[in-house]
Nanobody, 124 residues
Framework: QLQFVESGGGLVQSGGSLRLSCAWS????????IGWFRQAPGKEREGVSC????????NYADSVKGRFTISRDNAKNTVYLQMNSLKPEDTAVYYC?????????????????WGQGTQVTVSS
């Protein structure tokens, strides 16, 4: 039962930028922290960033700090991930999900209602 739809992925050169969007259709999701995760081929899914329900608090993985920015617009039912200074190691499928307990965690096990993901490919 999908609740999120990710978009905005694509092919970009190293050093380039992309903005991912995570949209949802159920109003009650406005009350949840939302996280972005990624999974590269042959690797486990890892947390990238998350944002509190009101957008006032955020958390980032060390690998993306200073390069990625998470934000949300509850009026548009959308969470964004602005990705700058992209590197080939950022190549992965990016997913969003909600935290049922409202934790600003980067652990996939703390999240549910995963979308189908959007592919990001960074060429060197």
């Amino acid at each position: 039962q999908l609740q999120f739809v990710e978009s905005g992925g694509g092919l970009v050169q190293s050093g380039g930028s992309l903005r991912l969007s995570c949209a949802w259709s159920r109003f009650y999701l406005d009350y949840y922290a939302i996280g972005w995760f990624r999974q590269a081929p042959g690797k486990e899914r890892e947390g990238v960033s998350c944002i509190s329900s009101d957008g006032g608090s955020t958390n980032y993985a060390d690998s993306v700090k200073g390069r990625f920015t998470i934000s949300r617009d509850n009026a548009k039912n959308t969470v964004y991930l602005q990705m700058n200074s992209l590197k080939p190691e950022d190549t992965a499928v990016y997913y969003c999900a909600k935290s049922p307990l409202g934790r600003l965690s980067l652990e996939p096990a703390d999240f549910d209602s995963w979308g189908q993901g959007t592919q990001v490919t960074v060429s060197s």
